[in-house]
């Protein structure tokens, strides 16, 4: 895993020596580039319309020439570059991991999002998921937060939204997922289940970019039935077919599944059909105030029926009155989660213990 290019991008860019093979829209701009390396005293060879530049540091060199006097912001569009492991053979497939010489270093200036990732500073917060019939505690969902050297908690959708602008959503959704895993083992949840979210459009190829997922799990003596995927923004999913080929996997190697937002669009239904995941999450607008609301009343009721006849097991999350716990209840659904129960916290040491439902 640590070759893929998409995953292992951090260990290209962060602490050792890269390889690096540079390129040029245009014949001058080539030239340009191999007059600013020269004059900076980098030694380099040039093959065909590419230069190599063995064993330096690959920031050192990003900079150098982006802050070169001689080349404009538009040029610094056009030249590319690729960092390789020392001594890595270069293959076809790294033409995908070219970027321009902006966007690598716009990437390598935002060092906390690559310090969040590269040094697992991942705090994991978990909220309990309770039965809805005997409110025993069922499970716990976890919730992933960056922590910045210097201890602040980076707002989720900050990082998330960072993270994607600069490509490295791929890697971020791993570190999390496997971060997950590890931080629920240590604090001992280990008969509960755990729903762990991920991002579907951060996994591309399941067998590969879902190694290290597993290894986690197998390294803590995890049984794969009690470990949840959820996907989230599961109403914005369109490739359904590459969904499903996750999920097939997830499920082949005896994990559980879980969908979330459900029931806000038609979209939903297939899903469930097409899917059969083993738990659906009702959008929190059904949730929020359905007490008071018949037609709300009436989607839910609709949703656990369908849901039943799936065997999918309905998860009312977002609760936070009395009211719309005791409706849900009352309408069917297996469980429910919300600020009404707990928050989620680094300490569930008092929900730990209690029996699985």
């Given at each position: 895993m640590e070759n893929c290019l998409k995953c292992g991008i951090l260990n290209r860019i962060t602490g050792n020596n890269s390889?690096?093979?540079?390129?040029?829209s245009e014949g001058y701009l080539f030239q340009k580039t191999i007059d600013t390396l020269r004059v900076n005293g980098y030694t380099f060879r040039e093959i065909a319309t590419v230069v190599f530049v063995e064993n330096i540091p690959f920031?050192?060199?990003?900079?150098?020439?982006?802050?070169e006097p001689g080349l404009s912001d538009a040029e610094k569009g056009h030249i590319q570059l690729v960092p390789l492991v020392v001594g890595e053979h270069f293959?076809?497939?790294?033409?995908?991991?070219?970027?321009?010489?902006?966007?690598w270093y716009e990437l390598l200036s935002s060092k906390y999002i690559l310090d969040v990732i590269s040094q697992r500073r991942i705090k994991t917060f978990f909220q309990p998921i309770f039965d809805?019939?005997?409110?025993?505690?069922?499970a716990f969902e976890c919730l992933s937060r960056g922590v910045t050297e210097g201890g602040n908690i980076i707002p989720p959708v900050e990082l998330f939204?960072?993270?994607?602008a600069l490509e490295l959503q791929f890697a971020l959704d791993r570190a999390t997922r496997e971060r997950a895993i590890e931080n629920a083992a240590c604090i001992g949840i280990t008969q509960q289940k755990v729903f762990i979210n991920f991002l579907p459009t951060a996994i591309y190829n399941p067998k590969d970019c879902l190694q290290g997922t597993i290894q986690t799990a197998e390294r803590y003596n995890l049984n794969p039935q009690n470990l949840v995927f959820e996907v989230v923004e599961s109403e914005q999913v369109k490739d359904l077919s590459h969904l499903n080929s996750i999920l097939t996997y997830f499920k082949q190697k005896g994990f559980q599944c879980a969908l979330d937002d459900f029931g806000s669009g038609y979209s939903s239904l297939k899903m469930l059909d097409d899917l059969?995941?083993?738990?659906?999450?009702?959008?929190?607008?059904?949730?929020?105030?359905?007490?008071?609301?018949?037609?709300?009343?009436s989607v839910v009721r609709s949703i656990v029926a369908l849901a039943k006849a799936k065997g999918t097991k309905v998860l009312a999350e977002g609760i936070e009155t009395q009211g719309e716990f005791e409706t849900v209840r009352v309408i069917g659904v297996d469980l429910v989660q919300g600020y009404l129960f707990a928050r989620p916290s680094e300490d569930v040491s008092q929900f730990?213990?209690?029996r699985q439902a």
């Open positions: 390889d690096v093979y540079i390129s040029a920031q050192g060199l990003v900079n150098c020439l982006f802050h293959t076809p497939q790294h033409l995908f991991a070219f970027k321009t010489l902006k966007a809805a019939t005997n409110s025993e505690v069922f939204q960072k993270a994607s059969s995941p083993d738990y659906i999450k009702i959008d929190m607008h059904f949730i929020r105030d359905i007490d008071q609301n018949t037609f709300k009343q730990l213990g209690v």
